[in-house]
């Protein structure tokens, strides 16, 4: 979703993909950040707390009258439907970064 929107060009494409990591492992509960996963991305967890929030309110916020493509795409059943899982509550994901 990010390839819509300018405001993530400017982020380094290994960070972006880190960020989604991050969103991803959080809110399907599945741990946090590593030491191993930080060691291979070279990305600590609070440097990505920031874009993690961009991107989970990207999902909270997103017009869904333009740009359609890549959200049907990615809610057909190949792609696991990644594209219809609800986003976190803001605060929950605040209260969850903090811990890590």
């Not at 309110?57 to 899982?85: C, G, I, M, N």
């Not at 976190?88 to 970064?97: A, V």
Request: with cysteine; aromatic share 12%; charged share 25%.
């Amino acid at each position: 979703m990010t390839l819509q929107e300018y405001d993530y060009a400017r982020e380094s494409p290994s960070k972006l993909a880190a960020s989604c990591l991050l969103l991803a492992l959080t809110m399907k509960s599945l741990g946090g950040w590593t030491p191993t996963l930080e060691y291979y991305s070279g990305y600590c967890s609070q440097d990505l707390h920031p874009l993690v929030k961009r991107l989970n309110f990207l999902l909270t916020y997103q017009p869904h009258d333009k740009l359609k493509a890549v959200r049907t795409k990615y809610s057909h059943r190949v792609f696991f439907e990644v594209a219809k899982v609800t986003p976190m509550d803001m605060l929950k994901l605040e209260e969850i970064l903090k811990s890590c």
